[in-house]
């Protein structure tokens, strides 16, 4: 079979199983797994050197690592540092000493129960995150812990590819002159990485800049990537380690963005072939051999994982609610655990066998992730929350008023400016939890989604004043304001915009104002003013 045939089949099934698998919920990556496993030795068996795609699909992973380095900067980290280094490494150091004290107890060798406690201590970052985002969860107080715990994962992984092979050099008496050499020879490579990348990476890339050939810069992009990875692979080190090396050592650098745009499409290719390499590895003979096996050693991953970071929750200030999100959310293995035990394998730390099973293990792991998920809704009644869906709460009969489209902590600031100045609002929230909350200190607001046209409709938006567009969730933002645009007109639109990337997009769609830094009353009042609202 030629190349362009392989590369056809891959692209062929990417096409029709990633869609179908978002549509029914289960995310991106399982429709890759699938993909993979129908292509595979155990299902049309249109491939066999798995091993072959599975080693030149793992660039994908190298350019992850890259990228992640890249929105690492110091100064994010250092805010968030109790969360992130707190949180995420005592779920990380708890939950690897719990399995791999299993994993020991169930007869394997101590760097074998080391690897598989380290590599299903991760979680899916790509999955969760997504889930959370879709649910509207990332800004809650259980998604901002997953965050910053899959945030830590992530950084985490990279010593672990690392420590994999020492694990095996450990177990073999090894002479203590090469050892003090290679220890040599890492530094030299790790001291010159980090100058070159401070001192020579940056004045090459404002040189190529200058010139304006976005192809070249692209060029650059990928040729820094490929060659740190293949400076660490010279000295035995993992590839992926160097990419992310690279990547932290750009992240202040003026040219992060345009970097991590040029990357993406090739990461994102080469990570969904990485997956559907990992889809045609696993075993499914068996899934039919030992059911009863791998459903319990699911089920004691999830249920075990999920104890800890139900504890860790409770222990960081979550309500029994949220840690209990928090748990079902990011219990499933992750996907740096194909790498990590890939990388086991080849260095002779843990058997094909076992590392077959683990793969099996993790795959059901994320697939039973939107089963829970859909088992928090079930839940929240019992926990005390109202947040399951329900349909919007009737608007009043009003003209001439603002509608204030999600109303936190700006929104309020915009409600109270209105109550000051007798105009009359309509305030609209999608979170039960936020409505409860401010019903206490005396606010009236309804419950509905303003990026759907029948709450617009329903709220007056044909003979309101204004709407102001204070959500939280930017895309929730960007299609009140298009449909608002579209639908109404009329109707004169303030949004408040997250970041400079949102203020440019709300821009776009022709808002009259935008607020970057809402920090004053009288500075919001002046945008009003300005638009002929006051």
Do not use: C
Not at 1 to 16: E, K, N, P, T, Y
Not at 74 to 89: D, E, I
Not at 462 to 480: F, K
């Amino acid at each position: 079979m030629s190349i362009l045939h392989q590369v056809a089949l891959f692209l062929g099934a990417a096409v029709i199983a990633v869609p179908l698998s978002k549509r029914l919920g289960l995310g991106s990556v399982l429709g890759y797994l699938a993909a993979g496993i129908v292509l595979g030795p155990w299902g049309l068996a249109l491939f066999q050197d798995v091993d072959a795609i599975l080693h030149g699909s793992e660039f994908g992973v190298v350019l992850l690592l890259f990228v992640i380095g890249l929105e690492l900067q110091p100064k994010r980290l250092w805010v968030m540092r109790r969360q992130v280094f707190g949180l995420g490494g005592a779920q990380v150091l708890l939950t690897t000493v719990l399995i791999a004290a299993v994993g020991f107890g169930l007869g394997l060798s101590a760097p074998a129960a080391t690897a598989v406690g380290l590599a299903l201590s991760l979680s899916s970052t790509a999955f969760a995150l997504q889930t959370l985002a879709e649910r509207g969860e990332l800004r809650a107080r259980h998604g901002r812990s997953a965050f910053a715990i899959l945030l830590f994962q992530d950084m985490a992984a990279i010593p672990m590819i690392a420590l994999i092979p020492l694990l095996a050099a450990g177990s073999d008496a090894g002479n203590t002159g090469e050892g003090w050499v290679y220890a040599i020879k890492v530094v030299a490579v790790f001291a010159g990485v980090i100058l070159g990348g401070h001192y020579l990476l940056r004045h090459v890339l404002r040189a190529l800049a200058k010139l304006r050939i976005h192809e070249i810069f692209t060029a650059m992009a990928l040729l820094t990537v490929i060659g740190t990875a293949l400076l660490m692979e010279a000295v035995d080190i993992s590839m992926a380690l160097g990419a992310f090396l690279a990547g932290v050592l750009l992240a202040d650098s003026e040219y992060r963005h345009e970097l991590e745009a040029n990357i993406e499409p090739f990461k994102n290719l080469l990570l969904g072939l990485f997956f559907i390499a990992v889809g045609m590895s696993v075993n499914v003979g068996l899934l039919t051999e030992s059911p009863g096996l791998i459903l319990a050693l699911v089920v004691s991953l999830v249920v075990g994982k999920g104890a800890i970071l139900f504890l860790l929750g409770r222990r960081s200030g979550l309500d029994d609610a949220h840690a209990l999100k928090l748990a079902l959310a990011i219990s499933q293995g992750g996907e740096f655990a194909f790498v990590i035990l890939g990388v086991a394998v080849g260095a002779s730390v843990v058997e094909r066998s076992e590392s077959e099973l683990l793969v099996l293990v993790v795959t059901l792991s994320i697939a039973s992730t939107p089963l829970l998920l859909k088992l928090i809704d079930s839940l929240r009644d019992r926990a005390g929350s109202h947040g399951v869906e329900r349909p919007a709460d009737k608007m009043p009969d009003t003209n001439g008023h603002v509608i204030i489209a999600g109303f936190g902590r700006f929104g309020q600031i915009i409600g109270r400016i209105l109550r000051a100045k007798s105009l009359p609002f309509t305030a609209i929230e999608t979170s039960a939890e936020q409505i409860d909350f401010v019903k206490r200190f005396g606010s009236k607001v309804y419950y509905g989604d303003a990026s759907r046209l029948e709450v617009l409709r329903a709220a007056g938006a044909g003979e309101a004043t204004a709407l102001v567009l204070a959500m939280d969730d930017i895309d929730a933002s960007l299609r009140a304001a298009d449909l608002a645009k579209r639908n109404f007109p009329n109707l004169r639109i303030f949004a408040r915009a997250r970041n400079r990337k949102h203020a440019y997009r709300l821009m776009d769609l022709g808002l009259q104002v935008v607020w970057r830094r809402p920090t004053s009353r009288a500075w919001i009042w002046r945008g009003f003013s300005s638009a002929g609202l006051a």
